[in-house]
């Protein structure tokens, strides 16, 4: 394998496919190069390649048994760390690297470098699962890409990241891989199945706080990438809803490690003070179910908070926050033509179909793509199935890109960005959010608009 990627590189740097990672004697005519005729070492491309790939190929009944990460004391612990475990973990390591590699090396990767400097990054990714499957840690709704995240930053604010293992730190292409296999795990199907009303309330929701939230971070003077990244995370789901946008936008990756952040630490007080609020305010079950699924950003929280009321209440806001969940696709593939025509015509230039196609996120096509293979072409019983195991492979993909942006980013860049201004963004839409949704549980789940539903 080793030799087959040396050779590639030595063709590719021949004929000029890949040229060096880290800088370039013409970066604005290599990219425009790049970007125009050279499409094959386009990390966009490479990234519906690799997740094609990999889809193909559980469609296909090549489903490899993916690592436990769920415990509660040392006991189970050691349960995670046993041969079979770590087995599991290593076999997904080495396929990982063998899937990615080609890529990595036409993009402008070091065979040498890439292949060993991968497993690193891939075993930090693992820990932080690891660390976040904890009992405790997954109640509070803390997600695995805040660990992955602050294993990253531990060596680059300490050690620094060793020349052996600079090409292997590939944020981008991580990330767009994760999300054409995302595409196939969120189907048509389901945003049926989550009820009518729970997908009135998500559309509502999105829509409003969105706008209100972008509207707020330019107020603030926070630029685009950091206002509609920030806006994706408020306003549809949290840490997922902000990697697709800043994979839309080719936004700033510190940017979404900061959103990310906040979403998770913001979360944790909200599980304690919204249960506690609907039981002082006499609130119905099925509207405060409702109003936690349309405000707390991760799905492990509203599980959490809701279940604190009553079994009515968690059902609801499940289905609420499955809701917006699903409506992620549409607002990645919306918020890439936005983008598109917005640059383009910011930068002045004719915006005719073949700017418009230079300048669109290929991988957002491959996102679509799949979603639309699963939800119309293939037969539920086998999407059902490869969708579950294609959801535990994609969070491998996510939290290799985090272990990356950990990596790439000093620590003090995060506490000091913009001046504290996105986190007083980010609570004024959060708190816009929470009045909003807040009416909409009660006009939609209270019986004012449509029946109560009975659950």
């Known amino acids: 394998m080793f030799a087959i990627l040396c050779r590639l590189r030595l063709f590719s740097c021949r004929f000029g496919w890949a040229g060096a990672p880290r800088s370039l004697p013409n970066p604005e005519r290599h990219a425009k190069i790049g ?42 612990l050691a349960n995670i760390l046993a041969p079979v475990q770590l087995s599991r973990a290593i076999f997904l390591a080495i396929t990982y690297l063998l899937i990615s590699a080609p890529g990595a090396v036409l993009a402008g990767a070091s ?26 840690v997954s109640y509070w709704g803390i997600e695995y890409v805040i660990f992955a995240l602050l294993l990253g930053l531990a060596i680059s604010n300490g050690p620094g990241v060793p020349e052996w293992l600079a090409d292997a730190v590939r944020t981008e292409y991580y ?35 969105w706008y209100f939230s972008y509207w707020l971070a330019k107020r603030l003077r926070l630029d685009d990438e950091f206002s ?25 990756r510190r940017k979404l490690s900061y959103v990310a952040s906040v979403v998770l630490i913001v979360a ?9 609020m609907v039981k002082a305010m006499g609130m119905p079950d099925v509207v405060g179910g409702a109003w936690l699924g349309g405000t707390l950003d991760t799905t492990g929280s509203v599980v959490a908070a809701s279940a604190l009321i009553s079994e009515a209440a968690l059902k609801i806001g499940t289905i609420v ?7 992620i696709g549409v607002a990645a593939f919306l918020l890439s033509l936005w983008w598109t025509w917005r640059k383009t ?33 293939l037969d539920p019983a086998v999407a059902k ?71």
């Not at 292949?115 to 499957?133: D, E, R, S, T, Y």
């Not at 729970?198 to 999105?206: D, R, S």
């Not at 985090?402 to 504290?420: A, H, P, Q, Y």
């Open 268 to 276: 944790v007080p909200m599980i304690v003070l919204q249960p506690w």
């Open 385 to 455: 199935p490869a969708a579950r195991v294609l959801g535990g492979l994609r969070t491998f993909w996510f939290s290799l890109a985090f272990v990356s942006i950990g990596l790439e980013t000093k620590f003090t860049d995060l506490v000091r960005m913009e001046s504290g201004r996105p986190l007083l963004a980010f609570l004024g839409a959060q708190a816009a959010n929470v009045v909003w949704t807040l009416l909409l549980a009660y006009l939609i789940f209270g019986g004012f608009v449509f029946p109560p539903p009975q659950v």
């Open 228 to 252: 509609a990244i920030l806006a994706s995370a408020v306003a549809i789901c949290g840490v997922s809803a902000a990697i697709a946008a800043c994979g839309a936008i080719h936004g700033d």
């Open 321 to 327: 926050k499955f809701s917006q969940n699903v409506l």
């Open 345 to 377: 015509a910011s930068a002045q230039e004719r915006a005719g179909l073949a700017v418009i196609w230079q300048r669109f996120p290929k991988f957002v096509l491959g996102f679509v793509g799949a979603s639309l293979v699963f939800s119309f072409l």
């Open 111 to 136: 065979p040498r470098k890439y292949a060993a400097g991968f497993p690193f990054v891939f075993a930090l990714g693992w820990v932080g699962q690891i660390i976040a499957g904890n009992a405790t």
């Open 175 to 209: 990330i767009k891989t994760g999300l054409v296999i995302m595409g196939a795990t969120i189907l048509f199907s389901d945003i049926m199945q989550a009820g009518a009303l729970g997908l009135i309330q998500a559309i509502a929701v999105v829509a409003v706080i």
């Open 35 to 76: 970007s125009v005729t050279r499409w094959y070492r386009n990390e966009d491309w490479l990234a519906v390649i690799v997740g094609a790939a990999v889809i193909i190929a559980v469609v296909a009944g090549i489903r490899p048994p993916l690592p436990q990460f769920g415990w509660k004391d040392t006991g189970e």
